[in-house]
């Protein structure tokens, strides 16, 4: 099984950043690709921005140019970098994988991310 852990979250002004964090632990050897996914309030949960294991990143119209996915495999720590942030990019920010198809995927607790105007 894997856990993971997010932290990073706060208030920012529009304009501003922040950064992300998202500790994994457990099982993390078999993970080829890791997610962020935002629920942003009274809409669906939705895929910001997904990372593979061969570095490959691709990102939601929303977001693409502004926030940066990486990931350090050192530290088993995965990152979502968000720059020129807008007042809807609040959201409930949450790290995601999905190991097999047969598995549950697992996702983090969130953190959340107000974006004052």
């Known amino acids: 099984q894997v856990q993971l852990v997010e932290s990073g979250g706060g208030v920012a002004q529009a304009g501003g950043s922040l950064k992300l964090s998202c500790k994994v632990s457990?099982?993390?050897?078999?993970?080829?690709?890791f997610k962020w996914f935002r629920e942003r309030p009274r809409l669906e949960r939705e895929l910001v921005a997904s990372?593979?294991?061969?570095?490959?990143?691709t990102y939601s119209d929303d977001v693409t140019q502004r926030f940066a996915i990486t990931t350090d495999e050192r530290v088993n720590m995965v990152y979502l970098q968000m720059n020129n942030l807008k007042p809807e990019d609040t959201a409930v920010y949450y790290c995601?994988?999905?190991?097999?198809?047969?598995?549950?995927?697992?996702w983090g607790q969130g953190t959340q991310v107000i974006v004052a105007s």
């Open positions: 990372i593979k294991g061969d570095g490959q990143t």
């Open positions: 457990g099982a993390v050897i078999s993970i080829n690709t």
């Open positions: 995601y994988v999905h190991r097999f198809p047969w598995e549950s995927p697992t």
